[in-house]
């Protein structure tokens, strides 16, 4: 079992190219990763990681193994699974990071999960943008956008569109624009997630109108952007499922809603193995049908191709 223990430590140190890292994660301390890997530069008789005092590196060698590793941690867990182990209850805490808008949403059903499986704990880290995994000390994390880290092994849950939205205050007070170009004289509110692009993209009949808001509040929470939206500060643009019930009881007013808005790819991540524990499948498992009804209430997001 200190085999399995060790490829389990290398494949995270290989995912964060960090001991530190991982060993920031709940109960591991880093001179274990460090035996963990010791162990296995011996019984192999190779070098994993190149390792100076400003960086770690892996070897030729040791990325012929991290293939074999997943593999073989893969194999356990399909093995626990089939013969029983985890068969008469899903249990265990599964860290969970999403992002704001989503995690409203998810609180709101997570009670549905809880009562199918009284043994389960979640623990949800809420917020619009998330470092490494592992670090984080995370399970699985939500990402909207594309991913970036190769590192990840990602299922697309679907595609989140946005609507672009103002109080009817806001209208009073400014009128309703004719043409997306005419927004660069309404006052914008920005949800800014620490992309520098601050672009509002719209299509229609072949026609693209690009426009750059005049951002008077910018936040990198999407749930301050909708207070101010909301409050009348200016026009946002903001995720479909958010703003869906502001916009049917009245409070907001969806603009340019015969244009298309580019969505963005919408994913459920972690860092391996491919075969997960029972209990982060369930989760990851929940987390998929929470997002194909959030699709069937009213288009927020683009089913999964």
């Known amino acids: 079992m200190d085999l399995l223990s060790a490829l389990h430590s290398f494949v995270r140190v290989a995912a964060t190219g960090s001991f530190s ?55 356990l867990e399909t093995a626990e699974t089939v013969l029983g182990r985890r068969r008469a209850s899903v249990s265990g805490l599964v860290r969970l990071g999403v992002t704001t808008a989503f995690g409203l949403c998810l609180t709101r059903r997570m009670g549905e999960l809880l009562d199918r499986h009284p043994d389960l704990s979640v623990e949800v880290v809420m917020r619009d943008s998330f470092g490494d995994l592992v670090e984080e000390g995370l399970d699985l994390a939500v990402r909207v956008g594309e991913i970036a880290e190769g590192t990840l ?42 992309s520098s692009r601050l672009d509002w993209n719209f299509e229609r009949d072949g026609e693209e109108s690009v426009i750059v808001p005049t951002a008077v509040f910018r936040a990198n929470s999407s749930e301050a952007v909708m207070y101010a939206v909301e409050a009348g500060i200016g026009v946002g643009l903001l995720p479909a499922f958010q703003v869906r019930d502001a916009v049917a009881n009245g409070r907001l007013v969806r603009l340019f809603a015969d244009w298309n808005i580019p969505g963005l790819p919408f994913y459920v991540v972690h860092t391996g193995p491919r075969t997960l524990p029972l209990r982060t499948r369930t989760v990851m498992d929940f987390l998929v049908e929470v997002s194909a009804d959030l699709l069937r209430d009213g288009g927020a997001l683009s089913p999964v191709l």
């Open 21 to 75: 890292a991982v060993s920031r994660a709940p109960g591991v301390s880093q001179p274990t990763i460090s035996r963990h890997i010791a162990l296995l530069e011996a019984h192999y008789g190779t070098t994993l990681f190149a390792r100076t005092t400003r960086s770690l590196t892996m070897t030729e060698d040791g990325r012929s193994l991290l293939p074999h590793a997943y593999e073989v941690l893969e194999i």
């Open 153 to 194: 092994i990602a299922r697309k849950l679907g595609l989140v569109h946005k609507w672009l939205v103002a109080s009817p205050a806001c209208l009073q007070r400014h009128n309703m624009p004719e043409h997306p170009r005419a927004l660069t004289e309404y006052p914008g509110v920005v949800y800014n997630y620490g």
